[in-house]
Each structure stands twice: as structure tokens, then as C-alpha cells.
């Protein structure tokens, strides 16, 4: 890949960000090294982006790295900006995954050495600590940067009840400690579906609900009400057989699972903390869908989303799936909240895919997913203009948040609305974080918590995000560089200043 840099002349010039909102992606803003701030090339068409005026109106400053940072030490600015750094060299990432990957993971000494490289650099920029104590020290810190904390016991897959019970207490504990932070530090907890239903009893449930899909007449005795989780653009192609009913062993292993979800809302409900379901892969999906629905017809009342569920706008069906779920909410008297992301699995649904002889359920086109990702958000704040519903706004992407940003203005939702949220993973996209809290909106950092091993598969999924000099965190590392030559020069610029006699002069005088 060719690098590219961009000038400190241009830097300099960069005018708040306000760029159109179906042009490229945040990735593509800028192909910089942060170390290299002396050449000067002709700015390519990207960074030409970045400085020509365009007619949208925003309030989002993102250029002013001054102010950007000005709650992040020096220390934590180096830290983040080395971390970024080399998790976007490619060889480094891809010679990291093969070793996660690779047996020697299974050999202990080796596995220790690695585990604890692992924890001083991408564990330490990504994840809020190992424990819950060490996350609610992260809650404290990111609630004075002024964001609130995504509580994210970062547990995944599981494959018996055992496992689950002892999730479920995990979750359960992130409630408790939501409880025990400053009011408000806490937006929300999140969960996954996968740490409390056994992986595969979702792939039974969800063969099951997309063979109801196809024919209507197929009877599930155990379904409960839901909101609509296909559409007719909705991938099928993992159930191309009428799947056999659920055995009395699954029912009653559904039923658990339910329980468990049940007494994690009932807890949320209590403690006044609303809960957030993660999405995952298109071959599990529907059966998250399935219980997040089912739980959120039971709970989510008086105007107040207490259980939110996540649309993956990278999937051709995300536009119809939420505008149906919304409106039969809507008819049903139930408030529901979102978490809008782009999506996480982009490889895997594609390999997928392809694997069985079908096309990739994901948009055909990044301009799609863009496009699709803008739409739901504008819908979303349109319903919330009009008093329905709720929506996190989970992206990186800079385009989406000045479009969501300038229309909720233009809609008159007031900044500090409840029902909007924006939310970045801790540890990345810092300049959309604060450029975003300074405009006066609610900002989330979503912060993962658990033993080191625990978080591999979260961690491997960030690499992979950021790998790659046209990364999500580019511009990250443009502004950070840029921040921390400006405190070097200060520096310079007071020791020098101290050095001369004049200023010692001066010195002694004050003392
Ligand atoms: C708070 C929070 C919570 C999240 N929760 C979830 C979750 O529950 N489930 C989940 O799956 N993900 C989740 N994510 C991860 C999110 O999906 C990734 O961060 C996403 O990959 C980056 O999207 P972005 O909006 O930041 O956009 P950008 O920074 O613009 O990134 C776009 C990315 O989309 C990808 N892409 C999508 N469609 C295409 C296409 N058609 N062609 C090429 N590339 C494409 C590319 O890899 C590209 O890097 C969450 C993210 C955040 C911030």
C-alpha cells in the first residue's frame, strides 16, 4: 500500500469537519504516517476533501486537536497514538493473528508471553480492565473526560447451561456496579445473547424461525410474541431443509435461557440501567433477534426503552428489518431503542456465503452500507422527533455523526435528549468522541471488561478494524500526532525559556 501524507500546511488549514454525506468513508479521510509532518505533496483527493468548504452546516469541530485532547495526558496520548500505530502495520497484525490462531497458543509458556504482550499494549488501549473494580476505575476516568460507560462484561460464545449461569452472573454483576457508580456515569449494560444461550440451540432456533419465515403455516409451540425479524430481502440460504422440531432437551434449554434473560431485564429494570443486546453473525441473528424482541415486548414501557437491539446496517435487509420492527412497536404501544452499527463480521458472512453457492447478505458496496447506515439513523431521529423510540448511534464513521448530528439539530431534539446516544468503542475514534461531547451531545466509550484471554476474540475483531494505514483510527493518529509535537514544542519552548537568565530572574522574583 503507498503512503500518503498529509502536510502540516494542510493540518493547519483543516477546517472543521463537514464533508457530504454519501462521499467516502472515515477510512479514507487521510493516508498519514503521524511521525511524518515534513513533506509537503500536492494534497491527493481525500485530503482536498478535507479543506474544500461544503454547504452542510455543523457544529462538530474535529480539526482543533488543542481542544480534542485537552483532558488526555501526554502519557495516555503517546500510548494510544504507539498502540494505533501498530495495529495499522498490516505485516504486524497479520503475523499477530496467525500466532493467536496457531498452536503455540496451546503451549503455556509461550501462550503466558503472549497473553501478557497482549495486556500492555492492545488490551490497555481497547478494554476497560480485568475485573469489575478495574472497570469501574474506567467508568470514573472516561465519566471526567465527560462520556458516559457501556459496561460490557465481554463474554461470547458458550456452549452449555453451566457456562451461561455463570455469564448470566456476570451480567448481572455489571448491573450491580452500574448501581454503584456516579449517577448517569453508566449509560448502559450491554449483553450478548451468545454468553447465555448455547451457540448451538440459536442456530436451531434461528433455522427454525427463517423456515416459519418461508412457510407460514410451520408451528413453533414455544415461540413467544416478537416484532418482525425477517424481511423479503432477508439472507435464508442456512435453512435450505425443513428443520426437525425442537427436542424436549431444547425446549427446556430455551426456557433457560429466556429465564435468564428475563431476570438480566428484571435486574436492569430494578437498578434503573437499560440493557443493549449485541448483534453477531447472519447464521445466529434471528434467534438474537427472537429473544431481544420477545424480552423487549415484555419490558419496555411507559415511553422508556429499557431493552435496545442492535441492526447491522452492512446487511442488505437492515433498512426494511428496522423500519418493520419499528412500526409494529409503534402499533404495539412499545417503545423501542436501537444500537445502530455498520457490522463486525464482514469476513465471515461473505466467506459464508460464498462457501454455500449464495450471494454475500452484505451490501454489494461500502457506498451502500454508508447509504443504508445514514437512512436508519435519519429515520431513527425522525421518530424520535416525533416522540417514538430510541437510537444509539455506534460508529466511528465521521460523516454519519455530522449527518446525525446537523439533523437532529434540524429537527430540534435537544443535545442532551435521552433517547440519543452517541457511542464509540473505548480506545478508538477519540477525535469523533470529543469533537461530539464538545458539541454538547451524549457520547458513550463502550468498555469490555474480563480476564485478558477472554477478550482475545473482541480484541482480534479490533485489529482486524484497525488494521491498514486508511484505518478507522487514521485520523486518530493525525490529530494525536499533531497534539503531541504541539506539547513537545511547548515544552521546548519553556525550557528554553526557563534556561535564559532574564527568565530565572523572573523565577527568583515570584518566588
Ligand atoms: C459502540 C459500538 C458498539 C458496537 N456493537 C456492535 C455489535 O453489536 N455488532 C457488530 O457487528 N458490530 C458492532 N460494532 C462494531 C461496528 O460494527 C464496527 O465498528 C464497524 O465495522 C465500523 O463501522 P463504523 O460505523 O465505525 O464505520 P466506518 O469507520 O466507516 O467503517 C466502515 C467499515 O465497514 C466495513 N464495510 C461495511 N460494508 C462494507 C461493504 N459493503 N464493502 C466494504 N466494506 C464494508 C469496512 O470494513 C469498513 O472498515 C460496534 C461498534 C461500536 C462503536
Given at each position: 500500500m503507498a503512503t500518503k501524507f498529509l502536510s502540516p500546511k494542510l493540518l493547519n488549514t483543516l477546517p472543521p469537519f463537514t464533508r457530504f454525506l454519501s462521499s467516502a468513508s472515515t477510512a479514507s479521510i487521510a493516508a498519514v504516517s503521524p511521525l511524518n509532518f515534513d513533506e509537503k505533496p500536492e494534497p491527493n483527493d481525500a485530503e482536498k476533501q478535507l479543506t474544500e468548504p461544503t454547504t452542510a452546516t455543523t457544529n462538530l469541530d474535529l480539526s482543533d486537536h488543542q481542544k480534542l485532547f485537552a483532558s488526555v495526558s501526554t502519557l495516555k496520548l503517546l500510548r494510544s497514538s504507539a498502540t494505533l500505530g501498530l495495529a495499522s502495520n498490516e505485516r504486524f497484525i497479520d503475523f499477530?493473528?496467525?500466532?493467536?490462531?496457531?498452536?503455540?497458543?496451546?503451549?503455556?509458556?509461550?501462550?503466558?508471553?503472549?497473553?501478557?504482550?497482549?495486556?500492555?499494549?492492545?488490551?490497555?488501549?481497547?478494554?476497560?480492565?480485568?475485573?469489575?473494580?478495574?472497570?469501574?476505575?474506567?467508568?470514573?476516568?472516561?465519566?471526567?473526560?465527560?462520556?458516559?460507560?457501556?459496561?460490557?462484561?465481554?463474554?461470547?460464545?458458550?456452549?452449555?447451561?453451566?457456562?451461561?449461569?455463570?455469564?448470566?452472573?456476570?451480567?448481572?454483576?455489571?448491573?450491580?456496579?452500574?448501581?454503584?457508580?456516579?449517577?448517569?456515569?453508566?449509560?448502559?449494560?450491554?449483553?450478548?445473547?451468545?454468553?447465555?444461550?448455547?451457540?448451538?440451540?440459536?442456530?436451531?432456533?434461528?433455522?427454525?424461525?427463517?423456515?416459519?419465515?418461508?412457510?407460514?403455516?410451520?408451528?413453533?409451540?414455544?415461540?413467544?410474541?416478537?416484532?418482525?425479524?425477517?424481511?423479503?430481502?432477508?439472507?435464508?440460504?442456512?435453512?435450505?431443509?425443513?428443520?426437525?422440531?425442537?427436542?424436549?432437551?431444547e425446549e427446556l434449554d430455551l426456557h433457560l435461557a429466556h429465564q435468564r434473560l428475563l431476570k438480566l431485564c428484571q435486574k436492569c429494570i430494578q437498578d434503573n440501567v437499560p440493557l443493549t443486546i449485541d448483534a453477531e453473525d447472519t447464521s445466529i441473528q434471528p434467534a438474537i433477534d427472537y429473544f431481544t424482541y420477545s424480552s423487549a415486548i415484555m419490558y419496555n414501557r411507559d415511553d422508556k426503552p429499557i431493552v435496545y437491539c442492535t441492526i447491522q446496517a452492512y446487511l442488505k435487509d437492515a433498512r426494511e428489518r428496522l423500519f418493520m420492527a419499528t412500526k409494529t412497536a409503534e402499533s404495539l404501544g412499545i417503545p423501542m431503542g436501537f444500537k445502530l452499527v455498520r457490522g463486525a463480521y464482514m469476513s465471515s458472512e461473505s466467506n459464508l456465503a460464498s462457501l454455500l453457492g449464495y450471494d454475500s447478505p452484505i451490501h454489494n458496496s461500502i457506498g451502500e452500507t454508508h447509504a443504508c447506515y445514514n437512512d436508519c439513523a435519519s429515520f431513527m431521529l425522525e421518530r424520535i422527533a416525533d416522540g417514538y423510540g430510541a437510537v444509539v448511534l455506534a460508529t466511528h464513521n465521521i460523516e454519519s455523526g455530522q449527518l446525525v448530528a446537523s439533523k437532529a439539530c434540524d429537527l430540534g431534539i435537544r443535545k442532551g435528549n435521552q433517547k440519543l446516544e452517541f457511542a464509540q468503542l473505548y480506545g478508538m475514534s477519540e477525535a469523533l468522541s470529543f469533537g461530539l461531547k464538545n458539541a454538547g451531545f451524549q457520547v458513550s466509550k463502550y468498555l469490555p471488561y474480563g480476564p485478558v484471554d477472554m477478550v482475545v476474540p473482541y480484541l482480534l475483531r479490533r485489529a482486524e478494524e484497525n488494521r491498514g494505514l486508511l484505518s478507522t483510527s487514521s485520523l486518530d493518529r493525525i490529530l494525536m500526532g499533531k497534539e503531541l509535537m504541539r506539547r513537545q514544542k511547548k515544552l521546548q519552548f519553556t525550557k528554553s525559556k526557563m534556561a535564559s537568565p532574564s527568565s530565572i530572574k523572573v523565577e527568583i522574583g515570584t518566588e
Open positions: 499477530g493473528m496467525w500466532v493467536m490462531n496457531s498452536r503455540l497458543m496451546e503451549t503455556s509458556l509461550v501462550r503466558d508471553a503472549i497473553l501478557k504482550t497482549v495486556k500492555h499494549t492492545f488490551f490497555q488501549q481497547f478494554c476497560a480492565g480485568e475485573t469489575t473494580e478495574e472497570a469501574a476505575d474506567c467508568v470514573r476516568r472516561v465519566h471526567d473526560s465527560g462520556f458516559r460507560g457501556m459496561l460490557v462484561y465481554a463474554v461470547e460464545h458458550t456452549e452449555d447451561n453451566a457456562g451461561c449461569d455463570r455469564n448470566l452472573e456476570g451480567f448481572i454483576k455489571s448491573v450491580e456496579l452500574s448501581k454503584s457508580l456516579p449517577p448517569s456515569s453508566v449509560s448502559f449494560v450491554i449483553a450478548k445473547i451468545t454468553a447465555i444461550c448455547p451457540i448451538g440451540l440459536l442456530r436451531r432456533v434461528s433455522d427454525l424461525l427463517r423456515w416459519q419465515y418461508k412457510d407460514p403455516s410451520f408451528n413453533l409451540p414455544w415461540k413467544l410474541n416478537t416484532l418482525p425479524i425477517f424481511s423479503d430481502s432477508s439472507a435464508l440460504y442456512h435453512t435450505l431443509e425443513k428443520p426437525a422440531p425442537l427436542a424436549s432437551q
